[in-house]
Nanobody
Framework: QVQLVESGGGLVQAGGSLRLSCAAS????????MGWYRQAPGKQRELVAT???????NYADSVKGRFTISRDNAKNTVYLQMNSLKPEDTGVYYC??????????WGQGTQVTVSS
């Protein structure tokens, strides 16, 4: 069964931290670059961080230096450590493969709300 399950979101004050987790089925995770995406209210979903199967990472300029993506290949899990959170980080966070042809159905996401 192809599945993505995100967790770890919540309400946090500006400057705080959260750690998101994404459990992925093997067909999506294995050998694929994975990404964390977010969708702010009224905006399109955007890619904020990626990690290859070998561990190379890349970040959107808006989160660089504050967010860290990692993966545990043995657990088919991707993480997003978010520090120094800002109100503009508010949104629903999703994970999925980076390549369109490798993606599975989007999960329910996890809500992150940063209060000022």
């Amino acid at each position: 069964q192809v599945q993505l399950v995100e967790s770890g979101g919540g309400l946090v004050q500006a400057g705080g931290s959260l750690r998101l987790s994404c459990a992925a089925s093997g067909s999506i995770f294995s050998a694929n670059a994975m990404g964390w995406y977010r969708q702010a209210p009224g905006k399109q979903r955007e890619l904020v961080a990626t990690i290859t199967s070998g561990g190379s990472t890349n970040y959107a300029d808006s989160v660089k230096g504050r967010f860290t993506i990692s993966r545990d290949n043995a657990k088919n899990t991707v993480y997003l450590q978010m520090n120094s959170l800002k109100p503009e980080d508010t949104g629903v966070y999703y994970c999925n493969a980076v390549l369109l042809i490798r993606r599975g159905p989007w999960g329910q996401g996890t809500q992150v709300t940063v209060s000022s």
